[in-house]
């Protein structure tokens, strides 16, 4: 059994990483014949793509997908570290499923993802959740037949979580979620240490995959006719600094130039935004003008305590600066208001950024202490009604300028990528514009998979109405 040790995820050194390259042995293949599994997925766009990961190496061992959890011979849960909601979520699932196995013995149930990295989780899973079949974490992610073999073969709870700065796995096999939008890890893990955020930790240090192996899958993405790939990482932009002489807008350049009609990347901290990213998305147009800038708080006091190692001048600066080389470009942003600490003069001194900035959409969170992180033992006198009236405020800004910023787009032309039918109106589709805009378009099924020209005839605060031209 190998359980997280913080103290172990908190180190970093100088070794270099290793690269794995994923092989399952030929005797799992067999496993899940004739049965079926079930993946629930918490959190961001990393753990959705760990997810085709996840569903890949289940069906390469003969397993099929079902389509809810109830019919299910193998129940994963995919999780989420980042905020105490999720950790309740999934905690949650946990107590539906264990009722489940009640009735059904036979079904397996496991847990992974970043919760698995928190020694608190298992701690209490070995203790309270003894009735589980196996779990593993972020590090070891290629090492799911392996694990779930063990667990078969023991009939016991199996751990396996390594406590490490991590390595990089190359040649997983992936079960994408769409035949038009693609999500490609160029990095992992994360070197920022914010004082709030439990990443760093379960994630482990910034390691950058080769280029070769980033454009290779990027090429045959293009060939396979995809439209859009994203490029992922915890703190995207820092790409290539454990490289030496390649960074990020390396890269940019060099995936828009093998062709594919878009281009996108996410999570960027503002800290490491080159100027040469800049230019290489103002000159390249199959990179998407549309940026997201966590800006978390707009008091420098707040940004100091949280180690975010900018201030609101530099920030404002950089959101200028893209601005201005991108003339088009939508920015959006995460906020967390409630910081310990965080007076009225340091949440006006956030709302100040916010109107200026006059962001078009923006993330916005109630601060949530997480085990093990530094901000989790500051001192925190605000109640939590003052931070509800807080976000609240905040939100009907934010909300305002969403609307404003939507209302430009009425009678305009714009491309949007048709991904399929839409939620709101099964008579229409939806999709995205190159700004991120979603839009439910008046357009025929056989146009799903391509970007087509719409005119926008409505809009609202987060969607836009149109038909195609």
Not at 36 to 46: A, D, L, R, W
Not at 208 to 216: A, E, G, K, T, W
Not at 355 to 372: D, M
Request: charged share 30%; net charge neutral.
């Amino acid at each position: 059994m190998l359980v997280p040790n913080a103290l172990e995820e908190k180190k970093r050194t100088g070794n270099e990483v290793k690269i794995r390259k994923y092989e399952i042995n030929p005797d799992y293949k067999t496993l899940g014949i004739g049965k079926s599994y079930f993946v629930k997925t918490y959190g961001c766009q990393m753990n959705v793509h760990d997810s085709e990961n996840i569903r890949a190496m289940l069906e390469e061992m003969g397993y099929k997908e079902a389509s809810n959890m109830e019919d299910a011979d193998l129940i994963l849960l995919n999780t989420c570290a980042i905020r105490e909601n999720a950790h309740n979520k999934v905690f949650g699932m946990l107590g539906r499923i264990k009722h489940l196995k009640a009735e059904r013995p036979d079904v397996m149930v496991g847990l992974c993802g970043c919760m698995a990295q928190e020694e608190s989780v298992v701690d209490e899973i070995l203790n309270r959740y003894k009735w589980m079949d196996f779990v593993f974490g972020t590090h070891n992610l290629d090492r799911l037949p392996d694990v779930l073999h063990n667990s078969i073969l023991k009939k016991k709870l199996e751990v396996e979580v390594y406590s490490c700065e991590g390595d990089l796995i190359e040649d997983m096999p992936v079960k994408r979620d769409s035949k038009y939008k693609a999500w490609v890890n160029i990095m992992y893990g994360c070197d920022k240490f914010c004082t709030y955020c439990i990443v760093p930790f379960t994630r482990g240090k910034q390691r950058s995959r080769r280029p070769h192996d980033i454009l290779m899958e990027v090429r045959r993405l293009k060939e396979d006719g995809y439209q859009e790939v994203t490029l992922l990482g915890q703190n995207v932009n820092a790409y290539g600094k454990d490289l030496g002489n390649y960074d990020m807008g390396d890269l940019l350049r060099d995936v828009a130039e093998i062709g594919i009609p878009r281009v996108r990347f996410i999570t960027s901290h503002p800290w490491d935004f080159t100027d040469k990213m800049i230019e290489v998305i103002a000159k390249y147009d199959n990179i998407m003008p549309y940026i997201h800038l966590p800006l978390q708080s707009g008091s420098d006091r707040i940004l100091k305590l949280m180690g975010r190692r900018y201030t609101k001048d530099s920030y404002l600066k950089l959101f200028h600066k893209i601005k201005d080389t991108v003339p088009n470009a939508t920015i959006t942003t995460d906020i967390i208001v409630g910081f310990p600490g965080e007076t009225e003069k340091d949440f006006q001194d956030t709302l100040d950024v916010v109107n200026e900035c006059q962001y078009e959409s923006a993330f916005t969170f109630i601060f949530s202490p997480r085990v093990g992180t530094p901000a989790a033992k500051m001192k925190d006198d605000t109640s939590l009604e003052e931070k509800e009236d807080r976000l609240h405020r905040l939100n009907k800004v934010v909300n305002k300028y969403s609307r404003k910023a939507n209302d430009k787009y009425l009678n305009k032309k714009v491309k949007v990528l048709l991904e399929g039918v839409s939620l709101k109106d099964d008579s229409m589709l939806m999709g995205y514009t190159e700004e991120m805009k979603l839009v439910n378009v008046k357009a025929p099924k056989e146009m799903i998979g391509k970007i087509v020209p719409v005119k926008i005839t409505d809009v609202k605060t987060w969607s836009l109405d149109g038909e195609m031209i």
